[in-house]
């Protein structure tokens, strides 16, 4: 068995600064703690149990780092979390990573830092790395974006059925050239969002083109520019799948520019029910996604596996719902 020694010569570092790396000192330099991190998975040094909990004294705390706290996806996810959290006896400190690649990495460093007892997580992408969360062991589940390659829970949607059913429904009310606004290139939910939309198309027979797509960040002003793009295009679409609520507000705000009216000019069906929708006018068709339960169901087996850490890893996969509205009923 690799001892603490051992990894202090793997890894080229004092016995001390060793113990400090792997006990989560801030006083050690980013560099050094990685490389002690690395070199204790790779022997497969494993902590005495009692003497580790001595020493690492973690907090009744949950680190919950999400993507965008302005998106009410992920605020109704937070809730979730807090919910159960909290009939457990635990805190959730929330932190926004803002799309950031690198923030999200350093609200990693602060959680390991802090010594949370556990992570949820609403990874920026499919690169999002969580080396140093599973090389100490944090217990991690992943939401909303899965994690292929990391040992974690997850606890995901299927919305490419759900764009597909979205789409289908555009499809049956009658529009001839439906577009899609969706996300960045490498988040697997704006990827999975129009593929669904792709695979309605093909299934109904219609082709598929570039030309009635836009990609841009889950922003609105990004939709707005990408909408905007669109409806000057020489194939304007006359229907719309949107990513996201956020989006949704740029789409609006171009359909307004132009002068054009949801529902009539342009349908539109976009994912997540924001508590604005309803009243616009007309009624803004949605799919909504069960927010509250993706963060009820993370923090249950976050907490399931801070009590017991050999049990098996698990994805929960949640259905979406289609509320057809105003916004793209004839």
């Known amino acids: 068995m690799a001892t603490i020694n051992d990894v202090a010569t793997k890894a080229g570092v004092s016995t001390a600064t060793a113990s400090r790396a792997l006990n989560g000192k801030s006083t050690v330099d980013p560099a050094l703690a990685s490389r002690v991190l690395a070199a204790a998975a790779e022997l497969g040094y494993q902590p005495n149990g009692p003497a580790r909990n001595l020493r690492r004294q973690e907090t009744a705390v949950l680190a919950l780092i999400i993507s965008d706290v302005e998106n009410p996806f992920f605020t109704s996810i ?9 009939a457990e006896g635990y805190s959730v400190v929330l932190c926004n990573s803002d799309e950031s690649p690198e923030k999200e990495r350093r609200y990693i460093d602060v959680a390991i830092q802090e010594r949370v007892a556990g992570v949820v997580l609403s990874p920026t ?23 292929p390659s990391a040992a974690a829970d997850m606890v995901l949607v299927d919305t490419r059925s759900a764009a597909e059913q979205a789409t289908t429904h555009l499809i049956t009310q009658g529009y001839e050239r439906i577009g899609c606004v969706t996300g960045p290139a490498g988040i697997p939910t704006a ?38 793009d669109l409806l000057n295009s020489p194939e304007r679409p006359d229907a719309l799948l949107v990513a ?14 132009m002068d054009l009216r949801m529902g009539e000019d342009v349908g539109v069906v976009a994912f997540d029910d924001a508590p604005w929708a309803p009243l616009v006018n007309p009624p803004l068709s949605v799919v909504s996604q069960p927010a509250y339960d993706i963060g ?20 929960t996969t949640l259905s979406a719902t289609l509320i057809p509205r105003g916004s793209s009923t004839r």
């Not at 937070?78 to 909290?86: I, L, S």
């Not at 969002?193 to 609105?220: C, F, H, M, P, Q």
Request: glycine share 4%; hydrophobic share 40%; charged share 25%.
């Open 191 to 228: 990827n999975d969002r129009l593929a669904g939309y792709k695979d309605a198309l093909r299934a109904a027979k219609r082709r598929t083109t570039a030309k009635l797509v836009r990609r841009s960040e889950y922003r609105a002003d990004g939709a707005y520019e990408a909408t905007i």
């Open 244 to 257: 996201n609520s956020t989006m949704a507000i740029g789409v609006l705000e171009a359909l307004s520019t």
């Open 125 to 147: 992408g499919t690169t999002t790395t969580v080396d140093l969360l599973t090389a100490r062991r944090t217990p991690l589940v992943a939401v909303d974006r899965a994690l």
């Open 296 to 315: 009820k169901v993370a923090a249950q087996l976050l907490l399931a596996r801070i009590a017991d850490s050999t049990l098996p890893y698990t994805t």
């Open 78 to 86: 937070a809730r979730g979390v807090e919910d159960v959290a909290q």
